[in-house]
């Protein structure tokens, strides 16, 4: 495959003699497949880098710059070759329950080690080639993200509805003799692979650590776009509370075995359970706030911190719009911040999830319709504040193709997406620092996936 250079950035040690249009063909001899080789032959600090014009003339430039340093060219695709699509039909798969109509984006299932490197996407390892699995090895890539669901084959293959499937445990035992670093997740489904499966699998994954560093475990998400797919049910409160002490009594005997916990539950379960959410200090790197574990813990830490060094706020009214299952927590932080500001005036609103059903209760699933009909006869002050995964990366719009501005218009009111910050969270609600519309742009690639949607 050609990797075309669209742009050449002017800090490159390149600028001088690459043009755009030109072809990368190799690095230091080594022939460039995709952005790992790109990325990982660009390393060293003096290189030769082998370049043809459209022409056809081909042409050696030598390169000396600092050790790790980026080239600085830009590429017609940011993998420089097709994403790779996921060759599984998981019976738990988010994307299979989104509704007819949404945005094509929405509907593709990526499934790339490539992406789990650099963008921290989880895959199933289950479309590798040989040739993959050994250079992911002779590259050492790590840290990789992996959705696991079990250990056990036969199940696995049953979940993921893949022959395959249960061929990559073995894959992942390779990696930890390799070194290379493993974040797990799994999505717990009651009756699948939840009691004695899930023990098997928390007892196989740790026997791989320090290869395995992190699990997460989070309760499977079902919208009420189910029909023609494998028959699930959602977890319960007492169901929650038991696989809460499942993993927390392992948990307690890896860290006396490994010295760190390994398994973590995603805080949906104790927010389903009712439970009280561990202390911060349980959470220790907080390597899977990204999959929502830890995530409300860390963020009342910094919010407790911010309230110290606070000033007084401005007391201008102000609402807070999320999901029902954090609803009550943000509502504890608010009553935390009128206790030392008696003037603060806010709210905190719950969005019931009308668009993809009442079982989905996060934040980052609430749509710009819902927001608007529960909110439009509310009293929501002078702003309203919602959580910035409510939008999706690229552009500002919610899941349902509203738009920010649309929303804010409907609702007579400005709309600031907060990041999961505790300091951010109350320098907005103060009135000291509101939040500017910044949402990060991925690259073109980069699929529309949410937590319940990445296999």
């Not at 990789?144 to 992942?172: F, Q, Y």
């Not at 943000?330 to 019931?352: C, M, S, T």
């Not at 969270?425 to 910044?438: F, N, R, T």
Request: aromatic content about 10%; some cysteine; charged content about 25%.
């Amino acid at each position: 495959m050609d990797h075309i250079i669209k742009s050449i950035d002017p800090t490159s040690p390149l600028r001088h003699h690459a043009r755009v249009g030109d072809n990368l063909i190799a690095i230091n001899g080594k022939r460039v497949l995709d952005v790992l080789d790109y990325k990982f032959y660009a390393y060293d600090t003096r290189l030769d880098v082998l370049l043809r014009r459209p022409d056809g003339t081909e042409y050696h430039v030598p390169v000396h710059k600092r050790e790790g340093g980026d080239l600085g060219l830009d590429f017609e695709s940011y993998l420089m070759d097709n994403p790779r699509s996921c060759a599984n039909n998981c019976v738990f798969c988010f994307i299979d329950q989104l509704p007819k109509g949404m945005r094509k984006t929405m509907y593709f299932k990526d499934d790339d080690a490539r992406l789990s490197f650099l963008l921290g996407n989880y895959i199933t390892l289950t479309n590798l080639s040989p040739r993959e699995i050994q250079r992911i090895i002779d590259l050492h890539v790590s840290p990789v993200n992996i959705s696991v669901h079990t250990t056990d084959p036969e199940l696995r293959c049953r979940m993921l509805k893949n022959k395959r499937a249960g061929e990559t445990i073995e894959v992942m035992r390779r990696f930890a003799e390799a070194g290379i670093v493993m974040n797990c997740q799994i999505v717990c489904c009651p009756g699948w692979n939840d009691g004695d499966a899930l023990q098997r699998t928390m007892e196989d994954l740790a026997a791989m650590y320090p290869g395995v560093h992190s699990v997460s475990v989070v309760p499977v998400g079902l919208t009420k776009y189910r029909e023609g797919l494998e028959k699930l049910t959602p977890f319960t409160p007492e169901h929650a509370a038991e696989t809460i002490d499942q993993i927390t009594a392992f948990g307690d005997k890896c860290v006396e075995q490994y010295g760190t916990r390994i398994f973590w539950c995603g805080d949906e379960l104790y927010l389903e359970a009712g439970r009280e959410l561990p202390p911060d200090e349980f959470y220790e790197e907080h390597t899977q706030l990204e999959n929502g574990v830890g995530m409300l813990r860390l963020l009342e830490t910094e919010f407790r911190s911010a309230l110290k060094l606070s000033d007084a706020p401005d007391a201008v009214p102000f609402s807070i719009a999320t999901g029902t299952a954090a609803a009550p927590f943000f509502e504890g932080l608010l009553k935390l911040a009128k206790e030392q500001w008696p003037q603060l005036n806010g709210r905190v609103y719950a969005i019931e999830n009308d668009f993809f059903g009442h079982s989905i209760t996060v934040a980052g699933l609430v749509t710009g319709g819902d927001l608007i009909r529960q909110l439009k006869d509310q009293d929501l002050g002078e702003r309203l504040f919602i959580s910035q995964n409510m939008l999706r990366r690229e552009e500002v719009d919610f899941l349902d193709d509203v738009k920010l501005e649309e929303a804010a218009a409907a609702l007579g009111l400005p709309i600031y997406p907060v990041e999961s910050d505790g300091f951010a969270l109350w320098d907005a609600i103060s009135g000291d620092v509101l939040p500017e519309v910044q949402i990060p742009r991925p690259p073109k690639e980069e699929t529309e996936y949410y937590r319940y949607n990445q296999n």
